[in-house]
């Protein structure tokens, strides 16, 4: 099976990327300082609107492909005003249309996004942090804690850059499942969905295709609840009671499922869309008859659909992939209580498209002569949350060893965006 794989430096394919000098990207700047850029050298101010129309509808990536604009101005722009705030260390595709791009930051730290495409869907899964501070034991993320909040423009970037991959030039779906807990950065990620869902100045994505992942902040989730936008919300459980979540996601152990349920409930009634969960079923460890029981009966009577993501055993890490009765016995324990669930669909495999996968081994690989300069390492702790799912200042507790991330585990079932999209990270 071919795998596309390219290594490259943005400026060497023409790419309009940030330069080192730290001017200002096109991505970065409200319509105003754009306007004023303008103006300021001599040109009228509604080019601005002409250069947002190309980078954010009309998904034009290049200068060069901007005919409307004078080739003198088109020149300058290349010059002076670059496109993107990011620089691409790293593309790879496979041949089931998925891709993952690896992003370097202004600041030198990478990040990772990846679109996954169906016969009519082009699905973006973005990341809203550099790392992640929840900590949950099975996730390259989140090894090494979280080191920044990204910005909106950051996020906006990720669309773009995926959308520029997408067969038919358009994203569908937007899944916030990468790196980091979208919530714990939720003012920025509210401001670059607003420029994503933008009908006539933005990428034109509807609200209810969007769907946001948490580990589970209660507050956090209300404050979704109450923002009146019309996002789908996921929330990742992996463990039907506290002791086990405990171990599985180690934040748990200052909030607790209560608290998260009790915030996703609100988020039901507040909004009438129905909450999706996360469970990625470990061998042996929360795949058990008892655990499919524990799991049935905490979610019976809710109007909740659940996500089975079968882990895949990596040597390294203290978990095992289910086998298949505990996989099935999961299903129908489920359905038997009236609840929704699916297996989710693997994609990306061959390309470590699960989430944080192939930034961590670009951590970890030292760059050859001439290859892309990779992040600084990261902290080596998580950040902790307080029981309302706010933050709090970092300290270095809970500290968990470095190992490598596997894929998730190869399922076939009915498509739904949320489970098609998510197939290629790791929540
Ligand atoms: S699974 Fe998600 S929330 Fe958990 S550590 Fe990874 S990125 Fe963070």
Not at 249 to 255: E, G, H, L, M, Y
């Given at each position: 099976m071919t795998i596309s794989l390219s290594l490259v430096e943005a400026r060497a394919t023409g790419d309009s990327s940030a330069d080192a000098s730290g001017s200002p990207a096109v991505v970065e700047m409200p319509a105003e300082e754009l306007q004023r850029w303008f103006v300021q050298r001599g040109e009228p101010s509604w080019r601005a609107h002409q250069l947002r129309r190309h980078l954010f509808q009309r998904g034009t990536t290049d200068y060069a492909a901007m005919t409307d604009l004078p080739l003198a101005l088109r020149q300058q722009l290349q010059q002076q005003l670059p496109l993107f705030a990011t620089t691409l260390v790293q593309h790879r595709s496979a041949p089931d249309g998925t891709h993952k791009l690896v992003l370097r930051l202004r600041d030198g730290h990478l990040i990772e996004c990846v679109l996954i495409q169906e016969q009519d869907r082009a699905t973006a899964c973005i990341s809203t942090q550099v790392g992640c501070g929840m900590g949950c034991v099975f996730c390259a993320s989140g090894l090494a804690g979280v080191v920044r909040n990204l910005t909106a423009a950051e996020m906006v970037e990720q669309l773009l850059r995926l959308r520029a991959c997408a067969r038919r030039g358009r994203l569908t779906h937007i899944v916030v499942m990468g790196m980091g807990e979208p919530l714990a950065n939720l003012q920025q990620l509210l401001e670059a969905l607003r420029i994503a869902c933008d009908p006539r100045q933005g990428l034109?994505?509807?609200?209810?295709?969007v769907t946001i992942s948490t580990v589970g902040l209660p507050a956090r989730i209300r404050q979704l609840a109450d923002s009146g936008h019309h996002y789908h919300l996921a929330v990742s459980?992996?463990?039907?009671?506290d002791s086990l979540r405990n171990r599985i996601?180690?934040?748990?152990?200052?909030?607790g499922i209560a608290a998260i349920l009790s915030a996703a409930d609100y988020f039901f009634q507040r909004t009438g869309r129905q909450v999706t969960y996360e469970y990625v079923l470990l061998g042996g460890l929360n795949d058990t008859a008892a655990c499919a029981r524990e799991l049935s009966q905490l979610l019976a009577g809710r109007k909740a659909h659940v996500n089975l993501i079968p882990w895949n055993d990596v040597p390294g890490l203290p978990y095992l992939r289910p086998d298949s009765r505990a996989i099935e016995r999961m299903i129908r324990t489920l359905r038997q209580a009236g609840i929704s669930v699916k297996v989710r669909k693997r994609k990306g495999a061959q390309i470590d498209a699960a989430c944080g996968q192939l930034r961590r081994q670009l951590i970890s690989t030292p760059p050859s002569p001439g290859s892309p300069t990779v992040s600084p390492a990261l902290p080596d702790f998580p950040q902790p949350i307080d029981p309302q799912g706010d933050i709090i200042p970092v300290t270095p507790s809970a500290l968990r060893p470095l190992s490598s991330m596997p894929p998730v585990a190869p399922q076939s079932e009915p498509s739904d965006p949320l489970t098609d999209a998510a197939a290629a990270t790791a929540r």
């Open positions: 034109g994505i509807s609200q209810r295709h459980l992996h463990a039907p009671n996601v180690p934040t748990n152990r200052k909030i």
